[in-house]
């Protein structure tokens, strides 16, 4: 059940990791071999180190997770330095989700990447809903998430597919996936959180520090769907050049990743699901093979944007 990354990079399968679930692997590794996944997608990594927002910055809701975590991390250099090394060392196949505050930085993290063992690609996030700054979100601007993708397509390793990652806070995702792929993305990766807030009702206050955050988990499953099928039929109808999918989105079993398989994802990634089970991309793709098998689909591939198909 192999999958597409980009046109010269095909993974063994299509379960990955999304990005800022599951650090840079070292806790996720006690649990799931790391070279099982298709990629081990790292949470952001910027060109300096970042201490992220303030406490509390986590908040439970009846079907999901709010985070405030405001792309907290290690920095570029110590990130090819010490975490690229250790997962090579177990095989692992590494997206790198990068991320700046102006195209530049974008541009300065790619750079850093090339030639790193382990790295089969960069994740442009252009989408965090959880920082201080608005304007830091690329991807709610067309041309803010052209010039993004653009730069860290000019800076990287040609070798290297990238992705860029849609925000669901716009009113046409379409737009934004035009412009991704009018600038040279490889890929996309649909969708990131959406965002939300709390109040705690016993200090009638936000139950967040930063007072919003980024909605993930079930709830936020029926919005990403509808992400990916828009995306898919807009390649479709050619309104945005045609590249792989990564899905995501509250998927916690093999019958939600077919959903977006279905709606046109060519690659899924787990987020909130791996803090209740870090085994579960494992369980995933064998739920998905059988669930594949049950409807009659002879390769995973023959499945990806069915549910367009009139007849």
């Not at 860029?164 to 035009?178: G, H, M, Q, S, W």
């Not at 939300?196 to 200090?203: F, L, N, P, R, V």
């Not at 046109?264 to 987020?271: D, L, N, P, Y």
Request: charged share 20%; hydrophobic share 40%.
């Amino acid at each position: 059940m192999s999958a597409p990354l980009g046109a010269h990079v095909t993974l063994p399968t299509p379960l990955s990791t999304a990005s800022g679930c599951a650090g840079y692997g070292r806790e996720l590794d006690r649990f799931t071999p790391l070279d099982r996944l298709g990629t081990v997608t790292t949470k952001t990594v910027m060109p300096h180190p970042r201490s992220g927002r303030p406490t509390p910055r986590m908040a439970e809701t009846p079907s999901g997770m709010l985070n405030s975590i405001g792309l907290q991390g290690c920095g570029i250099d110590r990130f090819v330095e010490e975490e690229l090394p250790w997962l090579a060392e177990r095989g692992a196949r590494v997206l790198v989700s990068i991320a700046g505050e102006r195209t530049e930085e974008f541009a300065e993290a790619a750079a850093r990447l090339t030639g790193r063992p382990g790295v089969v690609g960069i994740e442009a996030n252009i989408s965090c809903p959880n920082v201080e700054d608005r304007g830091l979100v690329f991807a709610c601007d067309p041309d803010a998430s052209h010039a993004a993708v653009k730069a860290v397509k000019a800076a990287a390793d040609p070798a290297l597919p990238v992705y860029a990652k849609l925000t669901p806070d716009v009113t046409r995702i379409t737009d934004n996936a035009a412009a991704c792929t009018d600038a040279g993305a490889d890929g996309l990766s649909v969708i990131n959180t959406l965002l939300g807030m709390a109040i705690d009702t016993e200090t009638m206050r936000p139950a967040l520090a930063g007072v919003t955050g980024g909605l993930s988990g079930p709830a936020v499953r029926p919005v990403a769907v509808r992400c990916v099928f828009q995306v898919y039929g807009a390649m479709l109808g050619g309104a945005v050049r045609p590249v792989p999918i990564l899905g995501m989105g509250g998927i916690a079993s093999g019958r939600d990743a077919l959903e977006f398989v279905l709606a046109g994802a060519s690659g899924i990634a787990v987020g909130t699901a791996l803090f209740n089970d870090p085994s579960v991309p494992l369980r995933i793709h064998d739920e998905l093979r059988a669930a594949l098998a049950e409807r009659g689909f002879g390769a995973f591939g023959d499945a990806v944007g069915h549910a367009h198909r009139t007849s």
